[in-house]
């Protein structure tokens, strides 16, 4: 049995409970909120979808996984690609057929058993493509840092720069040099300093706060609605392939979530509970405008830092991330801070993706002296980051990321060499 303060099922007292359940909630907060406003989305919608999906989560692995749930980065890029496509419907409807993947995949390992998953997305594979989610990304949040928009073109601006230069060096101080909680939540402080910042040298327009009620509905997107269920090759090959990446991150999380609270998540309440359970998020997430979701490794620090392993902690922050995003005015303070300040913190979240990748080769112990992992890698890196597309017409194109991962998965398969997947006990 692990150290733990609380364990899975054990219940806080109340005032406890809440002081928790808030520390959860602003852990992920920061990062939650940063995707949708990168892609266009309402970052309430964001906020109230990771509540729910966190709360679908803990009923479908029958609350033994104390995982939250918040927006993946991972679909970033993908997001933009199919809106530019189609418009923000096609993101939508995409991420659904992601959650359709995540369902397929669940019942055959329910069925089958996980080694399967081995062979096909090691980490030879995996992690490069991680790396190039982070590389990719690197042109966006450079942009965001030092670039304004002034009667539709692009202009640098030093004093939004210096803006983004303050966000970032907060966060890094935070991680570096702060212990506790205060070390987990750096994109939080990080975006509480740059704003202020951004206040004393006049570059935040506080427009959408005059303008908010105390209470709000989020900005819903219903298929049917408020846009045309269309399916297209476009959306499909821009965000299903990217469900690779995300079940080998699912399947990372469980496993170092499983070390922390001393429990087998593989086994029980199973890999196909707990990916169900994953996709199910994404499913009603992008049923109602919310970006895709994925369990989160900030909580999992938190975790790891405070030894409250409790399930009722996990669903109080939930709770409360449905409860702040009918919240008219937090929302509205939301969307005042500077694109600047969102640019700084994502140099380092971009960033600490790229470097995540490269920690998987590390830990793997992948051997470059091997020709074949050479090969692999180096392939997956430029088609990823060079942006790379294969277009068989104006509607029908595979492209950046999603073409990475294909060409990295079919190498792995056809390559001689492939070493064998260690059995492990099921």
């Known amino acids: 049995m692990s150290n733990a303060v609380l364990d899975i099922k054990d219940k806080p007292k109340t005032g406890h409970l809440i002081t928790l359940s808030l520390q959860h909630m602003f852990a992920m907060f920061g990062s939650t909120i940063l995707v949708p ?27 033994q996984v104390p995982a939250y749930l918040g927006s993946s980065f991972a679909f970033i890029s993908p997001i933009i690609v199919a809106t530019t ?5 096609s993101a939508m409807i995409g991420a659904m057929f992601v959650s359709l993947v995540y369902a397929i995949v669940s019942l055959i390992i329910w069925k089958s058993g996980y080694k399967w998953i081995m062979k096909i997305m090691p980490p030879i594979v995996v992690a490069p493509v991680i790396i190039v989610i ?4 690197a042109g966006t ?18 004093i939004h720069f210096s803006a983004a230069i303050v966000t970032l060096a907060t966060a890094i101080i935070c991680t570096i040099f702060f212990r506790g909680i ?29 303008e908010a009620s105390f209470l ?32 080998s991150e699912h399947i990372g999380h469980q496993l170092v979530l499983g070390k922390i609270v001393d429990r087998n998540f593989i086994k029980e309440p199973g890999l196909h509970r707990s990916l169900l359970g994953d996709g199910l998020g994404t499913f009603i997430s992008s049923l109602v405008g919310g970006p895709p979701k994925t369990t989160y490794g900030e909580n999992i620090g938190v975790l790891a830092i405070t030894r409250v392993y409790s399930v009722y902690v996990i669903f109080g922050a939930a709770i409360a991330a449905i409860l702040i995003a009918f919240l008219g005015d937090i929302m509205a303070f939301i969307e005042t801070i500077p694109t600047a300040v969102l640019g700084g913190i994502s140099i380092m979240l971009f960033g600490i993706i790229a ?18 992992n050479l090969v692999i890698a180096s392939v997956i890196l430029i088609i990823g980051i060079g942006g790379a597309a294969i277009n068989f017409s104006e509607t029908f194109s595979i492209q950046g990321m999603a073409l990475a991962a294909i060409v990295g998965v079919v190498l792995n398969l056809v390559l001689p060499g492939r070493p064998k997947v260690e059995e492990t006990e099921e």
């Open 37 to 63: 406003t990168l892609v266009g989305l309402s970052p309430a919608i964001a906020l109230l979808t990771s509540g729910i999906a966190t709360i679908i989560f803990l009923l479908v692995t029958r609350f």
């Open 85 to 89: 496509a189609g418009g923000i419907g």
């Open 355 to 372: 470097s995540s990748g490269l920690r998987m080769l590390v830990e793997s112990q992948i051997d470059f002296d091997d020709k074949r």
């Open 134 to 137: 982070g590389l990719g990304l």
């Open 141 to 158: 949040a450079v942009d965001m840092a030092m670039n304004i928009t002034v009667d539709g073109v692009k202009e640098y601006s030093l």
């Open 182 to 210: 205060i070390s987990l939540m750096p994109v939080l402080m990080g975006i509480i300093v740059g704003y202020i910042y951004s206040a004393l040298v006049g570059i935040v327009d506080y427009t959408p706060i005059h």
């Open 216 to 247: 709000a509905v989020p900005e819903f997107l219903i298929p049917g609605i408020d846009y045309e269920f269309k399916i297209t090759s476009t959306l499909l090959l821009a965000m299903v392939p990217i469900s690779i990446v995300t079940i």
